[in-house]
Antibody, heavy 122, light 108 residues
Framework: EVRLLESGGGLVQPGGSLRVSCEVSGITFSNYDMSWVRQAPGKGLQWLSGISGSGGKTYFADSVKGRFTISRDNSKNTLYLQMNSLRVEDTALYYC???????????????WGQGTMVTVSS | EIVMTQSPATLSVSPGERATLSCRASQSISTSLAWYQQMPGQAPRLLIYGASTRATGIPARFSGSGSGTEFTLTISSLQSEDFAVYYCQQYNKWPPFTFGPGTKVAIK
């Protein structure tokens, strides 16, 4: 069974930093692209960032480019999102997502974690 | 960026009835379209990919169709557990991956 378990969310002040993590089990982690998707309270889904299976390619939404960094440690089956210069509007539930297809460009998001809540407030 | 739209925003349906949800892309995405279901308080889960292929374990009452810019998700006979929010997503041209705003299927 594939499992994605996020951690690291919490309350942070505007301008602060936070790193969230996602531990993946039940699958050969390094074979799969991963992404982070967030959902503000009562709102829809917003893709933020993605990373290739090897970690060599990374992608960002314009809204977080330059502020967020994505990385992975394939030896630990763990995905990370480093968030800097946080804003009130970054308050959301952050989901770790596994993209299917073993690196195939045209693949959907097969598996989702339960999310970790990040609240940006003074 | 490809913009995804969904209609209606809310669909009120009685249990056992058929529900038809629409999704439109701002440009052609071939069949690189997925549908996700999000129940209250839960993470989204993949229902349909490739516009019409059910994901593992998804009941046959869920079906998807369409290509290009127009797509449909049909739930043939609504069960109590199907009342949820449904999102479409394109993965034809990324980054960014883009989602529609969602359709809430509510009990009538």
């Amino acid at each position: 069974e594939v499992r994605l378990l996020e951690s690291g969310g919490g309350l942070v002040q505007p301008g602060g930093s936070l790193r969230v993590s996602c531990e993946v089990s039940g699958i050969t982690f390094s074979n799969y692209d991963m992404s982070w998707v967030r959902q503000a309270p009562g709102k829809g889904l917003q893709w933020l960032s993605g990373i290739s299976g090897s970690g060599g390619k990374t992608y960002f939404a314009d809204s977080v480019k330059g502020r967020f960094t994505i990385s992975r440690d394939n030896s630990k089956n763990t995905l990370y999102l480093q968030m800097n210069s946080l804003r009130v509007e970054d308050t959301a539930l952050y989901y770790c997502v596994l993209k299917g297809g073993s690196g195939n460009y045209y693949s959907a998001f097969d598996f989702w974690g339960q999310g970790t809540m990040v609240t940006v407030s003074s | 960026e490809i913009v995804m739209t969904q209609s209606p925003a809310t669909l009120s349906v009685s249990p056992g009835e058929r529900a038809t949800l629409s999704c439109r892309a701002s440009q052609s995405i071939s069949t690189s379209l997925a549908w996700y279901q999000q129940m209250p308080g839960q993470a989204p889960r993949l229902l349909i990919y490739g516009a019409s292929t059910r994901a593992t374990g998804i009941p046959a009452r869920f079906s998807g169709s369409g290509s290009g810019t127009e797509f449909t998700l049909t739930i043939s006979s609504l069960q109590s557990e199907d009342f949820a929010v449904y999102y479409c997503q394109q993965y034809n041209k990324w980054p960014p991956f883009t989602f529609g705003p969602g359709t809430k299927v509510a009990i009538k």
